[in-house]
């Protein structure tokens, strides 16, 4: 039975996150979407981790669902989820400390086996004095090496995943605080990552051009901070039980390739930090320009925002993506988005976009089957345009046009041609 694991999210108690991120809209969405496991996000906020404990019961090792599923349907209610969404004990941390005379900068996902365990690590977080109610991902003053340590001890099981590696800012390898390699940051805890999250401005075909990852698997999450961007990315999996916590885990230790099929991945051209840039100036390049430039702007002439593409470059030693025992990857592009080139409009949450996008995923089908499998015809016959079965079939064979997103700003998407744009009569996307 396939299972999409989303396990990067944020709640209503992180910065910068919209105040419905609460479980029951999580659940809706995440069926919505297609996904079946989702990350609760945010266990160490106090209000949070309550929340968790009122809502969500057991199901299995170290997997939880709502302990009330009828508050899934809404009043009148169109979704009838055929499957439940299950939720994980993972959060998001931000440590900032200095190592080797350098400041750094970097966020993780923690994964924990149970509700007890959560406890445990709040408690040590506690005592250690660090602040969890300000920010549903709490600023931790510690080493990335000494906290896996304690938490290790805390509990066994727990592991821990470095979060967006790529990202300029708050990342393992990003290029303004991070480190070179997995061991420079672990230190004696390297051997304990099993896998790096690659985030939205990298595939894994750029991190194949890596040795030093042949050791990790590479994970694709949301990073949602709204339930609109729930399943950006994802990670689908063929179980033939119910999945345990610890059958996830032996599954990325081992990189089993039986079990995990491929991740869901945005074009990491579409990624805000994906080329290098100045966000004040709208100017952006490859690395190979930004050499050529000093890495400076070529109008403020201030530093350029080095981008993911620069990064993997840097610490890439081989030519050519080395594909093979690697987890496949299938790339995609938002439903929303895609809804909104078709009908000319520019925001992927106007109302016009957000109606059809709820029509298609009741009537049709969940988005992740929309985008990934459902059969051309069934689109062609109840998407109303027939522009969307169109731009879905050369979204799935990769015939697209993207100009790259860099300096905090994502990447544009085209699909459609100026013509076909136009017939609808409605100005063109770019
Ligand atoms: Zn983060
Ligand atoms: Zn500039």
Redesign the pocket.
């Known amino acids: 039975m396939r299972y999409i694991a989303d396990w990067?999210i944020h709640s209503k108690y992180s910065r910068a996150c919209s105040r419905e991120l609460v479980l029951p809209t999580i659940a809706l969405w995440c069926a919505r979407k297609g996904i079946q496991i989702v990350a609760t996000g945010d266990w160490t906020h106090p209000e949070w981790f309550a929340h968790i404990k009122e809502h969500l019961e057991e199901v299995r090792q170290g997997i939880f669902r709502l302990k009330n599923t009828a508050s899934l349907l809404r009043p009148g209610g169109t979704l009838r989820p055929d499957r439940e969404v299950e939720f994980m004990l993972v959060q998001?941390v931000?440590q900032m400390y200095k190592k080797g005379d350098r400041a750094r900068r970097v966020?993780h996902l923690i994964f924990s086996p149970s509700l007890e365990t959560c406890e445990r690590v709040i408690n040590e977080l506690n005592r250690l004095g660090f602040n969890l109610k300000a920010d549903g991902?709490p600023i931790l003053g510690i080493d990335s090496e000494e906290l896996y340590m304690r938490l290790k001890e805390l509990d066994e099981k727990i592991i821990v995943v470095p979060?967006?590696a790529w990202?300029p800012w708050?990342?393992m390898f990003g290029s303004k605080s991070g480190f070179d390699s997995i061991e420079e940051c672990f230190g004696s805890m390297a051997s304990y990552i099993y896998a790096i999250e690659t985030g939205l401005s990298s595939d894994p075909a750029m991190n194949r051009q890596l040795s030093l990852l042949d050791q990790v698997v590479c994970l694709s999450n949301s990073?949602a901070h709204s339930p609109r961007n729930l399943g950006r990315e994802a990670n689908v999996f063929d179980f033939e039980s119910p999945p345990t916590y610890d059958e996830f885990v032996r599954v990325l230790r081992e990189k089993d390739t039986s079990r995990f099929q491929y991740t869901i991945e945005f074009y990491p051209q579409e990624g805000k930090y994906h080329f290098d840039g100045c966000a004040a100036c709208g100017f952006s390049c490859d690395p190979e320009e930004s050499k050529r430039l000093g890495n400076r702007c070529a109008h403020c002439k201030r530093p350029l925002t080095l981008g993911v593409e620069h990064r993997v470059r840097a610490l890439a030693d081989r030519d050519q993506p080395q594909s093979e025992g690697k987890i496949p990857f299938r790339s995609i592009v938002p439903l929303a988005e895609i809804i909104a080139e078709v009908k000319g409009v520019s925001s992927t949450t106007s109302k016009k976009v957000e109606t059809e996008y709820v029509r298609l995923t009741n009537e049709l089908a969940d988005e992740f089957t929309i985008l990934l499998d459902l059969p051309l015809e069934a689109l062609r016959e109840s998407a109303g345009d027939p522009l969307l079965a169109e731009a879905i079939a050369r979204m799935r064979r990769g015939e697209l046009s993207i100009r790259p997103g860099y300096d905090g700003i994502y990447g544009t998407v085209r699909i459609l041609r100026d013509e076909e744009s136009s017939r609808a009569k409605q100005p063109a996307l770019l």
Do not use: N
């Open positions: 990067h998001e931000s966020h991902r979060a967006h990202t708050y990342a990073d």
